[in-house]
């Protein structure tokens, strides 16, 4: 079973919002031991026929600090915007079709959607996570079924915390 995040992004945010993307990747992925093998975040580029996808299985000489994490960022951007046909940026993370979003096991995180803890645990890793990045994103809202992780709003690299957290408990699995 894998958790797989989606924050859809647009081209012009990974020039301006790095250490808030930066900030994603270290919420989906780092532990206080290790790294989560088990999830796979992409950033879902709507302007563009690309995704970068980061793998947890496979990263390696990926570091918590922002600084590093904002390194890989700019190789991403660099890659995408020079048409680069290299998909490997990094140990772990890639560039590939933009996948489509299967509506049935994708699941769209909001502030007013059904409590996560109602969906049954043995499935809760099978879904797609949808995460906006901010609110300009805006989605038919029947499309996807909306689920609560907390009841005010907040920034994406909170919410994919708490998720991880919620996740954790609900399937209690750490990794």
Same mark, same amino acid.
């Given at each position: ?65 922002? +600084? ?7 190789? @991403? ?83 994919? +915390? @708490? ?13």
């Amino acid at each position: 079973m894998r958790r797989r995040f989606v924050v859809p992004i647009r081209l012009v945010d990974l020039q301006v919002e790095k250490p808030l993307l930066a900030r994603i990747i270290s919420s989906s992925f780092y532990l206080s031991h290790g790294i989560r093998g088990d999830v796979v975040l992409y950033f879902y580029l709507m302007d563009h026929p690309k995704s970068v996808s980061f793998n947890g299985e496979r990263l390696k000489h990926v570091h918590v600090d922002e +600084a590093s994490l904002v390194g890989i960022l700019q190789k @991403i951007e660099r890659n995408i915007k020079t048409g680069s046909k290299k998909e490997r940026i990094h140990d772990g993370v890639t560039i590939e079709d933009t996948p489509s979003l299967g509506e049935k096991t994708t699941l769209l995180v909001s502030n007013q959607g059904i409590p996560l803890e109602r969906i049954a645990s043995r499935t809760i890793n099978d879904f797609t996570y949808l995460i906006p990045l901010n609110n300009s994103w805006r989605i038919s809202p029947d499309k996807f079924t909306k689920i609560r992780v907390t009841y005010r709003p907040k920034p994406a690299d909170v919410t994919i +915390a @708490i998720l991880n957290i919620k996740l954790d408990r609900l399937t209690s699995s750490p990794l």
